[in-house]
């Protein structure tokens, strides 16, 4: 086996959520009256709820004060999390529950490492709240990615070295901080176009034959 563990970023990987924070993050643009679009959105992957703001208020032309990021950050969650009352079983592909129940069978330890604060919510509305040997996330760490820290605990929380992890990400910043773990990378979605990403991930079920080592020429 060439991975002991797989550590899946939620966001855009597992679930399409990353749609409803364009949507939430679109509302908040629209009040402040920003330009936000899905270039700026996809800035945002991976990056904490503060430094999505920042980057939203970049063609602000006024400078907020502390109370008033808070105030955003706060409706910008509101918004999402009225997103997500949408979201049930049914937004877990079969294909993707498949891949993670065979990589099971196969003693593959699986984790999440996600920046979210709602992360354990939606494994929650998807069915998976007991499925993985670890959660990482937005509640246990100081630092969001691009920084590896999310990783890194969701390798110590597995105990598993982080040599031994393959990450599986959307997010551009997501890439930077598995490289930054020390750790391999599959990439899907906006970060296909990462020149560092270690595999590209195109069709999710291919992650089986990565992960016990039986596909070389995947490797980007
Ligand atoms: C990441 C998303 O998974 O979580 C980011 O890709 C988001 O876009 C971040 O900003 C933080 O999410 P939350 O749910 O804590 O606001
Ligand atoms: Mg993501």
């Known amino acids: 086996m060439k991975y002991q563990a797989v550590i899946f970023d939620l966001d855009g990987v597992l679930v ?8 939430a993050w679109k509302t908040i643009a629209d009040e402040l009256g920003v ?8 800035r945002l992957r991976g990056v904490s709820r503060m430094a999505c703001l920042e980057i939203v208020l970049e ?3 006024e400078p907020l004060t502390d109370e008033q990021k808070a105030y955003y950050a706060e409706r910008k969650n509101q918004r999402y999390k009225q997103l997500l009352e949408e979201l049930s079983t049914q937004d877990l592909s079969d294909e993707i529950r498949h891949t993670m129940v065979s990589l099971r069978e196969h003693g593959v330890k699986l984790a ?14 998807i069915g998976l709240d007991d499925f993985f040997d670890a959660v990482s996330d ?3 760490i100081v630092h969001s990615k691009p920084h590896p820290e999310v990783f890194l605990k969701a390798s110590d929380y597995l105990g598993i070295l982080p040599q031994q992890c393959l990450v599986i990400e959307d997010a551009m910043a997501g890439v930077e901080a598995a490289l930054a773990a020390n750790m391999d990378c599959a990439v899907m979605g906006d970060a296909l176009g990462h020149p560092q990403a270690t595999y590209r991930l195109n069709h999710f079920p291919d992650l089986l034959h990565i992960v016990l080592g039986q596909d070389e020429k995947r490797k980007a």
């Open 35 to 42: 330009t936000f679009d899905e270039k700026i959105n996809n």
């Open 138 to 140: 937005g509640t246990n």
């Open 16 to 23: 399409h959520t990353d749609r409803y924070h364009y949507l």
């Open 59 to 61: 063609t602000y032309d």
């Open 112 to 125: 999440i490492g996600s920046s979210s604060k709602n992360a354990k919510l939606i494994l929650q509305r």
